[in-house]
T-cell receptor
Framework: AQKITQTQPGMFVQEKEAVTLDCTYD???????LFWYKQPSSGEMIFLIY??????QNATEGRYSLNFQKARKSANLVISASQLGDSAMYFCAMRPSGYSTLTFGKGTMLLVSP | KAGVTQTPRYLIKTRGQQVTLSCSPI?????VSWYQQTPGQGLQFLFEYFSETQRNKGNFPGRFSGRQFSNSRSEMNVSTLELGDSALYLC????????????????FGPGTRLTVL
């Protein structure tokens, strides 16, 4: 079984600052994928970034980067230069290779202030 | 390329009724997964369909069922609705590569918000 832990229920950041959202995971699988999704108040889950367990480099997608520390089983999301539109719930999720099911954390609510 | 679409967006039902939700995946995607999101339980996996066959199933009662058509569109049905079924139901599609590689990203629709009175 997989488990995702997001310990920060809410985070506040000022516009243009960087913010790190924490995610730790627990799995006995050797091959797996880690994902971050953003959910605005409208409800739609928006895919942000993916990291494979065998990827040696940390994933980056524009202002998003994933700080992957395999030994510590952590996959923190870093958002650089926060924007007001970044205010949303952020979910960390994982899936082992061979399965389609995503296991999600409880989420972190990010509020960006002007 | 059009994204995942879900209909209806909002639904109000009463206890004991049944409901059918629809999901149209991204063109070319063969896998459709359904998730239930509630404030108390968070996001929980319901089931996944691939090429018209249920490939995986979450821990939900038999009142929750689904199916997938030959064009990959999927429907989810909940019978004998209970108050606790009030939730946001999210559908996600992916290529569904053989073996469901960990790189097979799921893309979500806008969800159907079901309220049971």
């Amino acid at each position: 079984a997989q488990k995702i832990t997001q310990t920060q229920p809410g985070m506040f950041v000022q516009e243009k600052e960087a913010v790190t959202l924490d995610c730790t995971y627990d799995t006995s699988d050797q091959s797996y994928g880690l994902f971050w999704y953003k959910q605005p108040s409208s409800g739609e889950m928006i895919f942000l970034i993916y990291q494979g367990s065998y990827d040696e480099q940390n994933a980056t997608e524009g202002r998003y980067s994933l700080n992957f520390q395999k030994a510590r089983k952590s996959a923190n999301l870093v958002i650089s230069a926060s924007q007001l539109g970044d205010s949303a719930m952020y979910f960390c999720a994982m899936r082992p290779s061979g399965y389609s099911t995503l296991t999600f954390g409880k989420g972190t609510m990010l509020l960006v202030s002007p | 390329k059009a994204g995942v679409t879900q209909t209806p967006r909002y639904l109000i039902k009463t206890r004991g009724q049944q409901v059918t939700l629809s999901c149209s995946p991204i063109s070319g995607h063969r896998s459709v997964s359904w998730y239930q999101q509630t404030p108390g339980q968070g996001l929980q996996f319901l089931f996944e369909y691939f090429s018209e066959t249920q490939r995986n199933k979450g821990n939900f009662p038999g009142r929750f069922s689904g199916r997938q058509f030959s064009n990959s569109r999927s429907e989810m049905n909940v019978s004998t609705l209970e108050l606790g079924d009030s939730a946001l139901y999210l559908c996600a599609s992916s290529g569904g590569l053989a073996g469901a590689s960990s790189t097979d990203t799921q893309y979500f629709g806008p969800g159907t918000r079901l309220t049971v009175l």
